[in-house]
């Protein structure tokens, strides 16, 4: 009987390992050898800046990735179930202003008082005072653009946004993370013609995007990489790409503009994830094994608040944290607006507010 039961547990272990080492994954992961994560000392000393967030429009509604103000001050936030909603300008009467029947993910209010949607599932949208919604684009050299993040407006309309990835969705992102190719794309739709156009590719995870002041340039963030890239609008650089900033302490997010002088860039997660993910990244057969394990025991996010404020160089200007995440965690994106910073989430129920310091 104890041969019986021996041979048993021995076939079972067999099976296990033949699952975690050989069952089919979705993901081709790539090796990359991410530098030394930049210490909290210096621009990044650690603080509780963050503390001072008060939360509005609590319940209204689940993770607003990001928010909007229109010109009668009244502010947007688009939520996990595909709704958008509308609040007066500090967070009160809550209404739905549109159900987008997607994942609504950066917005903007054009020149003509539309708000612009990146929509994870639906492409770029555009929505009228009164909630009604058109598709503007959502292919590009007829590809479908799949995963559409962030946008941002230049002075002239066009509208610049990220298609995060060209092989997961957003209810896949993790295994865009996971396989760590450049799978993302910077687009840009032009109104006058409807068209869309590809301004980059091989980006890895595209995510918030940022025009400059001044339009010279616009911004581009590669989450995975942990960097932001700046491609050349005008100027003796006009076309080519370099880096803004790179090697961030925490996982980047969405970034804005405040039209002057200052970057608000968002990062979701702060070192603690790095120091998880990063020994992970030069060993791709590891990440396999891994997504072969039960969700449960994948590696839980550790709460950390993180916002940074660059100038138009790249040069951290402002270094908001909170270490405990306790204020408002996983924040996606930053809006500034009359003197305050606006906060998304990606765990929230509430918009987080703070002064801008």
């Known amino acids: 009987m104890k041969k019986i039961v021996g041979l048993i547990l021995t076939a079972l272990v067999a099976i296990l390992l033949v699952y975690l080492l050989l069952w089919p994954v979705p993901i081709e992961p790539d090796a990359w050898t ?101 598709v503007l684009t959502n292919e590009v050299n007829g590809q479908p653009i799949r995963f559409a993040n962030d946008l941002d407006i230049a002075a002239d309309g066009t509208i610049f946004f990220s298609d995060a990835s060209t092989r997961f969705s957003v209810d896949e992102f993790m295994l865009d993370i996971m396989e760590h190719r450049p799978n993302g794309r910077l687009l840009v739709f032009d109104p006058s013609s409807g068209s869309t156009r590809l301004v980059l590719d091989q980006l890895y995870f595209a995510n918030g995007i940022a025009i400059s002041p001044d339009q010279s340039f616009v911004l581009v963030v590669e989450t995975t990489k942990y960097r932001v890239r700046r491609h050349w609008l005008e100027g003796p650089d006009r076309g080519q790409t370099d880096i803004f900033i790179e090697n961030l302490p925490g996982v980047p997010d969405n970034i804005t503009s405040n039209g002057k002088d200052t970057f608000w860039l968002a990062l979701v997660q702060g070192p603690p994830i790095r120091q998880t993910l990063d020994p992970l990244l030069p060993r791709p057969f590891v990440r396999k094994v891994i997504l072969r394990l039960p969700e ?16 138009t160089d790249g040069k951290v200007r402002h270094n908001l944290q909170d270490p405990t995440g306790e204020s408002y965690d996983q924040i996606t994106s930053v809006t500034e607006h009359d003197g305050m910073l606006y906060l998304g989430s990606f765990v929230e129920d509430s918009i987080g507010r703070l002064p801008v310091p």
Do not use: C, Q, W
Request: aromatic share 8%.
């Open 34 to 134: 991410p530098p030394d994560i930049s210490p909290l000392a210096g621009v990044y000393e650690e603080n509780n800046h963050l503390a001072a967030v008060e939360l509005l429009g609590e319940g209204a509604g689940y993770a607003p990735e990001d928010v909007a103000f229109d010109a009668e001050g009244r502010l947007y936030a688009g939520m996990e179930n595909g709704h958008i909603i509308r609040f007066a300008g500090d967070g009160t009467n809550p209404e739905l202003f549109a159900d987008t029947g997607g994942r609504p993910l950066g917005m903007v209010f054009d020149a003509n008082g539309a708000l612009i949607v990146a929509d994870a599932f639906k492409g770029l949208l555009s929505i009228t005072r009164d909630g009604a919604i058109t």
């Open 296 to 311: 449960a025991l994948s590696p839980a996010p550790v709460p950390f608040g993180f916002v940074l404020g660059l100038d």
